[in-house]
C-alpha cells in the first residue's frame, strides 16, 4: 500500500533523476560541438556532467542512446523557446521570422546535430536512430516556420517555398561552421525576406 | 647540356608522377566520402590507389596536405564541368543551371568535403587549411553561378539573391547525406527556379 510518506519520499527522487539526465544531455550536446563524435564517449560527458558513468548508463544504455537523446533534447528547448519568440503565432515582421528561423542553425546545437549526422553517414549502429531523428525535428521545424511565416501552404508552391527557405539556413549554419559568417548572412537573410514577401504575400 | 633525349626520357616520367598524384587524389576524396575523417589515412589512401606510402608522401607529405589537395582537385574537375555543360556562358533555361549548381552540393565530392569540414572544425592542424580552400572554391562557384545565372551583381540586392541560392544548395546537399532526397529537392529547385526567375528579372 502506498502511503503519503512514501509518495513524498519518491517525488523528490524522480525530480533528482530528471536533473540528472537533463545534466548528461546538455553536457552531451557540448560534448559533441567542441570534440565532434570521436572525441564524445559515454565517460568524458558523464565527468563533464558531474555524474558516475553507471549513473550516466542508467539513464542511457548505450553511446547512441545519449547522444540522440541529446540533440532531440536541445532541439526541443530550440522549438520552445522559438514559438515563445512570437506567442502570437504568425508575426507582421516576416525578416524578424526568417532571422529567428536561420539563428537556429548556428550556435552550438547546429553544429553538435552536424556532427552526429556525419557521423551518422559513416557508422551502421548510429544510422536508423539519427535519421529518424533528423526528420521528426525536420518536421517540427517546418510547421513552426509555416505557423510563424503564415504561409498558406493550400496555395501552389508555398510548401516547397518554405521547405528551400529551411534548406537555406542550413546550408548558412554550414556557410559559419569554420568562420563567422554573421556578416554575410545578415544580408542574405535580409535580401531572401524581400523575396519571400513578394512570393508568400 | 640538355639533349633531346634526355627530354624524351624526362616528359614520360612526369606523367607518370602526375598520374599517380592524380590516383592519390581521387582516392583520397573516395575514401573521405566512404570512411570519414578518423578512418582516412595516408596508408589507407596509398593501398587504394595501388602506390607505396613512400611514393604518397613524396607527393604530399602531410595527412593535410593530401586531403585539402584531394577536395580542391576534385572542385576544379567539377567547376570545368559545370562551366562545360553550358558552353555558350549565361543560358536561357534558369532552371537548368540552379538545377546543375545544387547537383554539385549531392554525390562523393560533398560528401568528402564535408567531413573534411567538420573535422577541421575542431582539429587546429586542418583548419587553416579547409578555411582558406573553402573560401577559394566558394569564390569560384559564386563566379560561375553569376555568369551562368546571366545575373547583373551592379543591381541592388543580386549579389545576396545568388548566395542565398548556393547556400540553398549547400543546405540541400546536407538534407541528401542520410536518405536519398531526389524527390523533395527537384521540387524544392522547381519552385525556387520559379521565384530567381521573377527576382533577378
Redesign the interface.
Known amino acids: 500500500m502506498t502511503t503519503i510518506g512514501d509518495r513524498a519520499d519518491r517525488v523528490p527522487k524522480q525530480d533528482r533523476s530528471r536533473a540528472t539526465r537533463q545534466r548528461l544531455l546538455e553536457a552531451a550536446v557540448a560534448c559533441l560541438a ?3 563524435w ?2 564524445s564517449t559515454v565517460t568524458v560527458v558523464a565527468e563533464r556532467a558531474g555524474v558516475s558513468r553507471g549513473a550516466a548508463q542508467h539513464h542511457f544504455p548505450t553511446r547512441e542512446d545519449l547522444f540522440t537523446a541529446a540533440v532531440e533534447y536541445v532541439a526541443e528547448e530550440r522549438s520552445t523557446a522559438l514559438r515563445a519568440l512570437f506567442p502570437q503565432g504568425a508575426a507582421d515582421d516576416r525578416r524578424a521570422v526568417i532571422s529567428a528561423l536561420v539563428d537556429l542553425y548556428t550556435g552550438p546545437l547546429f ?1 553538435a546535430a ?2 552526429l ?6 557508422e551502421e549502429q548510429l ?1 536508423p536512430q ?2 529518424e531523428l ?2 521528426r525535428v ?1 518536421r517540427e521545424t517546418h510547421r513552426i516556420a509555416v505557423e510563424l511565416l503564415g504561409a498558406d501552404e493550400s496555395r501552389p ?1 508555398v510548401r ?2 518554405v ?2 527557405l ?10 559559419n ?3 563567422d559568417d554573421t556578416g ?1 548572412r545578415a ?2 537573410v ?3 525576406a ?2 519571400l514577401e ?2 508568400l504575400g
Open positions: 567542441e570534440h565532434g570521436t572525441g553544429r552536424l556532427h549526422w556525419v557521423a551518422a553517414s559513416n544510422r539519427v535519421t533528423e526528420a525536420g508552391g516547397e517555398t521547405q528551400g529551411l534548406d537555406m539556413a542550413r546550408g548558412l549554419g554550414l556557410a561552421l569554420l568562420t554575410r544580408r542574405v535580409a535580401q531572401w524581400r523575396i513578394g512570393t
